[in-house]
C-alpha cells in the first residue's frame, strides 16, 4: 500500500482510496442497493461503498436465506446498480456455487460481474485465501467476509454470533490475517463480539467493515432494507432503522387504494383536457 495518504473525499471512490481508510482514520460507509433507483438514493446520501449484496435473495427475492439466487439473478441487479452509481464504489456480492468448485470457475464468474456487471470489485465469503490470490491474479479486487457468512448457514447451525470464545477468536484472527496476505482490500466482520471486532481490526491493515461487529471497525455496512425499515420480518440485534418505509408506504399506498374507491383519485388536476372537444372531464367534474 502507498504511503501517501489520500484525499479525504474524493470525486470517485477507488479501491486503494478504500483501502486506505485506516491511514487516515476515517469510517468507511457502505450500503446495499439493488436496482437503480436505491443505487442513486444511496450515493446520492453520501455512501462511500455500494455493496449488491447476496441479501438479494431474501430482501427483494423472498427467500429464507442466501443459498438459492444464481450469478445472472446478481448480475441482473448489479447492471441497474450500476446505472445508478457515479462515485460510489460498486461491488458486487459473488453467491453461493460460484466459487466453490474450480478456482478457474470462480475467477470466470467474478470476470462477468465487472465485464457485465460493471462491478470494481467483488466480495467473497469465507477464509479463501488461494481464491482471493487468483481473482486478484485476474485484476479484480477482492472484499473479504467473515465471522458469520451466510453462505455456511446449514454448517453453522442457523445466522449466529460467532468468534466466540478464545479458540474461535484466535482463529478469526488468524483468517483475518491470511485473507490480508492474500490480497484482499477490504474485509466485512458480520456478526461478531465487539472486542474481537477491534483485536482484527488492530491486527490488519485492511479495513474492516462492520456489520453486528460493533464500533471499532473501520466502517460499517447495513442492508438498505434493514435501514430504511422496509424488511420489517427480521430484527436483528445489531439492526438500527433510521427510518420506517415499511409503515410509510403501507400507509401511502393504502390513501391512494382509499382515494380510487372513493373517486378522489385522480382530479381534475391529474387528467389530461382535450380543449378542441367537448370535453368528457370537464362534464364528468365541471
Ligand atoms: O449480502 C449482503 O448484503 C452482505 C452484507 C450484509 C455485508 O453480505
Redesign the pocket.
Known amino acids: 500500500m502507498s504511503e501517501r495518504v489520500m484525499e479525504a473525499s474524493p470525486t470517485k471512490i477507488t479501491v486503494p482510496w478504500v483501502a486506505e481508510a485506516p491511514l487516515r482514520q476515517d469510517r468507511l460507509v ?1 450500503a ?1 442497493a439493488y436496482d437503480f433507483s436505491q443505487a442513486r438514493q444511496v450515493e446520492a446520501a453520501g455512501v462511500d461503498i455500494v ?7 431474501m ?1 427483494v427475492l423472498g427467500h429464507d436465506d ?1 443459498l438459492s439466487v444464481t450469478v445472472d439473478e446478481m448480475l441482473h441487479h448489479v447492471k441497474a446498480v450500476r446505472r445508478g452509481l457515479q462515485r460510489a464504489l460498486l461491488v458486487a ?1 459473488m453467491p453461493f456455487g460460484s466459487f466453490h468448485g474450480r478456482p478457474e470457475d470462480a475467477v470466470r464468474e467474478a470476470i462477468r460481474f465487472v465485464k457485465e456487471g460493471g462491478a470494481q470489485a467483488v ?1 467473497i ?1 469465507g477464509r479463501r485465501p488461494e481464491l482471493i490470490r487468483a481473482i486478484g491474479a485476474a485484476e479484480i479486487p477482492v472484499m473479504a ?1 467473515l465471522g458469520l457468512t ?1 453462505q455456511s448457514v446449514h454448517r453453522l447451525g442457523g445466522f449466529k454470533v460467532q468468534g466466540r470464545g478464545d479458540e474461535a477468536a484466535r482463529e478469526l484472527v488468524a483468517a483475518a490475517r491470511d485473507i490480508e496476505a492474500a490480497g484482499a482490500f477490504s474485509l ?1 466482520l ?1 456478526c461478531v463480539p465487539a472486542a474481537l471486532a477491534a483485536e482484527v481490526t488492530a491486527a490488519v491493515n485492511i479495513p474492516t ?1 462492520g ?1 453486528g461487529a460493533g464500533p471499532a471497525c473501520n466502517g460499517q ?3 438498505y432494507h434493514d435501514l430504511l425499515g422496509i424488511e420489517e420480518r427480521i430484527a436483528p440485534r445489531f439492526v438500527r432503522r433510521y427510518a420506517e418505509l415499511g409503515l410509510l408506504g403501507r400507509q401511502a399506498i393504502a390513501a391512494w387504494a382509499a382515494d380510487v374507491r372513493s373517486g378522489a383519485f385522480p382530479s381534475t388536476e391529474e387528467s389530461y383536457a382535450d380543449p378542441s372537444r367537448s370535453d368528457l372531464v370537464d362534464r364528468l367534474y365541471g
Request: net charge negative; glycine share 4%.
Open positions: 457502505m446495499t455493496l449488491v449484496g447476496d441479501s438479494l435473495a430482501v442466501t456480492d466480495k465469503e467476509h451466510p466485512v458480520e467493515i456489520i455496512v447495513l442492508v
